[in-house]
């Protein structure tokens, strides 16, 4: 069974940076994609960014050019490297997985909150 582990949240202040990593665990026969999402208090959740198995990255509107999403295929890890912090970035931080194992199946990790002060 695959798991997802995610790491790295905590306080910040506005301006600084935080890097968040999103391990899995388990057989994935074929990575798909690796989604980061957010949820704020009292929001829906929204896609942050995503990474695919060709590496094709996309970013929502509101963190392009501050977060980079990358992954280390060695370590099944992959990272949202979060510059510039706002206090609007402020949520819970979700990874999911896509992949292939008996079919295409998604796992979610447990969330890792991300707090900026401004």
């Known amino acids: 069974q695959v798991q997802l582990v995610e790491s790295g949240g905590g306080l910040v202040q506005a301006g600084g940076s935080l890097r968040l990593s999103c391990a899995a665990s388990?057989?994935?026969?074929?990575?798909?994609?690796v989604r980061w999402y957010r949820q704020a208090p009292g929001k829906q959740r929204e896609l942050v960014a995503s990474?695919?198995?060709?590496?094709?990255?996309n970013y929502a509107d509101s963190v392009k050019g501050r977060f980079t999403i990358s992954r280390d295929n060695a370590k099944k890890t992959v990272y949202l490297q979060m510059n510039s912090l706002k206090p609007e970035d402020a949520a819970v931080y979700y990874c999911n997985l896509g992949y292939i194992g008996s079919r295409y199946l998604e796992v979610w990790g447990q969330g890792t909150p991300v707090t900026v002060s401004s």
């Open positions: 388990g057989s994935i026969l074929m990575f798909i994609a």
């Open positions: 990474i695919t198995r060709d590496s094709n990255t």
